[in-house]
């Protein structure tokens, strides 16, 4: 019988496992585009179901069949302009110029932050490119209330545009008021990357945190403890790298190359009877992208298009023929 190779988890690509200083995460690599339009998107995580798509693959072996899909439903709310950062070159990275916050919030943003007295034109502020800036990107905050979370204090956040500095700030003009939709960022067939916080688990152990194995019956009292800490000429000192008990999870990961399957305003065609545990009814857009994210139930996930994603892959909408609603509870 061959010997059970068993190595224990927990790649040193992530180190430190700092955990997250907020719930969302912040993106710095995103890919470009030539037109003015957002470039991510954000949106509450809701739970998961499985769907019925015909094979449109050229290359599939499955082609022209049925095929059924795990998804992620995460519901996209509208993202409302917050105001706007312009950003110029500093050295070998950028730096803000000037900042401009547009006049008028909904009264949860005050939840969130400090929001300034006096009116402005906000249009009329950021048409006059201030000098040294040769790029911008919209704030922009969430509006929970309008998902199924039972939540008020929405997120803020940067969000990066498509396109020439012009056309950034006319596109900023034209949605000041509106606010912004998912369906303006993406479509059915694209690729993404979800970038989110992952669940927390507390204090572990380093059985569970690391996979190490737990020693024999005639062991030492102490079982689920790593075996050996480190050499006796060491004077004591610890290498980081044995595995040892700590804070588990709540980290920022990302989900490369994820397919979005479907995006829809009727929420009447994705909600389970007795809706999603622990989430509730979805109540606006939901995304339904192909696969798990990060993170748990009600946790912001940020959409951004694929950085890492072969020229060869076709972006080919998939033709959704059933989403299944059976209730998970049994209700």
């Not at 068993?6 to 030539?34: I, L």
């Not at 996930?301 to 209730?327: D, H, M, N, W, Y």
Request: proline residues 6%.
């Amino acid at each position: 019988m061959g010997k059970r190779h068993s190595p224990r988890r927990g790649s040193m690509q992530y180190w430190p496992r700092a955990r997250s200083k907020r719930p969302f995460t912040s993106v710095s690599a995103r890919a470009s585009a030539s037109e003015a339009k957002p470039l991510e998107f954000a949106g509450y995580k809701a739970g998961m179901t499985h769907i019925v798509v015909k094979d449109n693959g050229k290359n599939s072996m499955t082609k022209g069949q049925n095929i059924t899909v795990p998804v992620t439903v995460i519901e996209c709310p509208q993202l409302k302009v917050a105001g706007v950062r312009f950003y110029g070159p500093e050295g070998y990275g950028i730096k803000v110029v000037t900042e401009v916050l547009n006049s008028k919030f909904d009264k949860e943003l005050s939840r969130t932050l400090d929001l300034p007295k006096k009116q402005i034109d906000f249009e009329k502020q950021i048409s006059t490119i201030p000098e040294g800036a040769d790029d911008l990107r919209v704030l922009v905050y969430t509006e929970p209330k309008k998902a199924g979370i039972g939540k008020k204090r929405p997120e803020v956040f940067e969000m990066a545009l498509g396109g020439k500095i012009e056309d950034k700030i006319e596109y900023v003009k034209a949605h000041a008021a509106q606010g912004i939709v998912v369906s303006d960022a993406f479509k059915a067939g694209e690729y993404i990357d979800a970038h989110a916080v992952s669940i927390g688990k507390g204090f572990q152990g380093a059985v569970k945190r690391f996979g190490v194995d737990i020693r024999q019956r005639k062991s030492e009292k102490t079982k689920r403890g790593t075996g050996s800490l480190g050499p006796w000429t060491s004077q004591g000192h610890i290498m980081y790298r044995v595995p040892s008990a700590g804070k588990m999870g709540y980290h920022s990961r990302v989900d490369y190359n994820k397919k979005i399957m479907l995006i829809s305003d009727k929420p009447e065609d994705v909600n389970v009877k007795g809706g999603f545990i622990r989430y509730g009814e979805v109540k606006s857009t939901f995304v339904l992208v192909k696969g798990s994210v990060p993170g748990p139930k009600k946790r912001l996930v940020r959409l951004v298009g694929a950085i890492r994603l072969s020229p060869k892959i076709e972006k080919i909408a998939p033709q959704v023929t059933k989403i299944v609603k059976e209730s998970p509870q049994g209700c």
